[in-house]
């Protein structure tokens, strides 16, 4: 039986969706800034009854640009953030490993995603949404039937002209216009 109903499941990617996007990395605590009216997004979908997950390439600790303790220093930022705004983060999925590490987590492939249709005893994750501002995060998400949603920010308007993200991809200016429409409409799938 699954644990929750997947229509209110959210995966979130982090980088360019939560908080900017940097082509250096994002390596410290002080490079992580929320983007405008994203943890209030969060927040308010939480409070809507919404189970938000967040799942994340983090080459940057394979490449040794920053270590364990500074990731989780950031993702307990975000997470007393949006708690302040009285919501939750139900799950903080990363990949560690880089690109010639051969694992089954970093986006495209499915393997966190999986993990988060484990934790919940989904077979798939359809009905849900996956929020990514590139094609891989999308491309992800759907190998598990979750609704792809693309942002415009962080390489979001780049993932648009290159037009590489999955036909069915639902398009919104940022996480905020994504949590407004939703809450509002109530449904965004056909
Ligand atoms: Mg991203
Ligand atoms: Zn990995």
């Not at 109903?5 to 990395?25: A, H, T």
């Not at 989904?122 to 949404?129: K, M, T």
């Not at 998400?141 to 069915?168: D, F, I, R, W």
């Amino acid at each position: 039986m699954a644990l929750i109903d997947p229509n209110k499941l959210i995966i979130l990617d982090r980088d360019g969706v939560i908080n900017e996007d940097s082509d250096q990395y994002v390596k410290s605590l002080e490079e992580w800034i929320p983007i405008k009216g994203s943890i209030e997004a969060i927040a308010d979908l939480s409070k809507a009854g919404y189970t938000l997950c967040v799942v994340t390439n983090q080459s940057g600790l394979a490449r040794n640009y920053f270590d364990e303790s500074t990731l989780h220093a950031m993702h307990k930022k975000l997470t007393n953030l949006v708690s302040e705004k009285g919501g939750i983060i139900h799950t903080i999925e990363y990949c560690p490993h880089g690109p010639d590490d051969n694992c089954e987590c970093r986006k495209p492939l499915p393997g966190m995603f999986k993990k988060i249709a484990e934790t919940f005893e989904l077979s798939d994750l359809s009905g849900s949404y996956t929020i990514g501002d590139s094609a891989r995060d999308l491309v992800a998400g759907c190998e598990l039937n979750s609704q792809p949603v693309l942002v415009k920010t962080g390489k979001g308007l780049k993932t648009l002209s290159a037009t590489n993200h999955p036909e069915n991809t639902l398009i919104f200016d940022d996480l905020n216009a994504f949590a407004k429409h939703l809450l509002s409409s109530h449904s965004l799938k056909n």
